[in-house]
């Protein structure tokens, strides 16, 4: 009885496991710069060296548009969606972890099936497979 209990304990981290990469796939393939990063975008009249209002040749003031972006704080942002980031000479870049990867591989494990007639989608088997995982643990306590 012991093994079979060692057996399904085993079962159920690897189910766990899975969920987790399952989890961490749909963060990273949905995550967006917004979710890294802040901007605001203003408007700003451009003067002359004696501090008077630059016109265009209709004497229209020209307006300069400036866009100023900042990083999230870190407790606002989830560091597992983010691959890289370099600050250096003044310039901070922040690259994403590859979201085309991460939905490629949602794609290919929902659209996997070991059923033989694919009558079980990869979908129904991850619920009913946290469902007997429930279960499990309840049976445990």
């Known amino acids: 009885m012991q093994s079979a209990k060692y057996k399904t304990?085993?079962?159920n981290d690897l189910i766990?496991?899975?969920i987790d990469l399952v989890?961490?796939?749909a963060k990273i393939a949905f995550a967006n710069i917004g979710d890294v990063?802040?901007?605001k975008s203003y408007d700003?009249?451009?003067l002359d060296e004696f501090g008077?209002?630059?016109l265009d040749k209709n004497g229209n003031q020209i307006i300069s548009h400036e866009t100023n972006v900042y990083l999230k704080s870190s407790d606002e942002v989830d560091p597992s969606v983010i691959d890289k980031v370099t600050s250096g000479n003044g310039i901070t870049t922040v690259k994403l972890k590859d979201s085309d990867k991460a939905k490629e591989r949602l794609y290919k494990y929902f659209n996997n099936s070991d059923d033989e007639n694919n009558n079980i989608s990869a979908v129904e088997k991850l619920l009913s497979a946290i469902t007997q995982g429930v279960?499990?643990?309840n049976q445990d306590r």
């Open 52 to 54: 008077k209002p630059r």
């Open 23 to 25: 989890k961490d796939d």
């Open 44 to 46: 700003v009249p451009l």
């Open 9 to 11: 304990r085993q079962e």
């Open 135 to 137: 279960r499990n643990d």
């Open 37 to 39: 990063v802040n901007w």
């Open 16 to 18: 766990l496991n899975l």
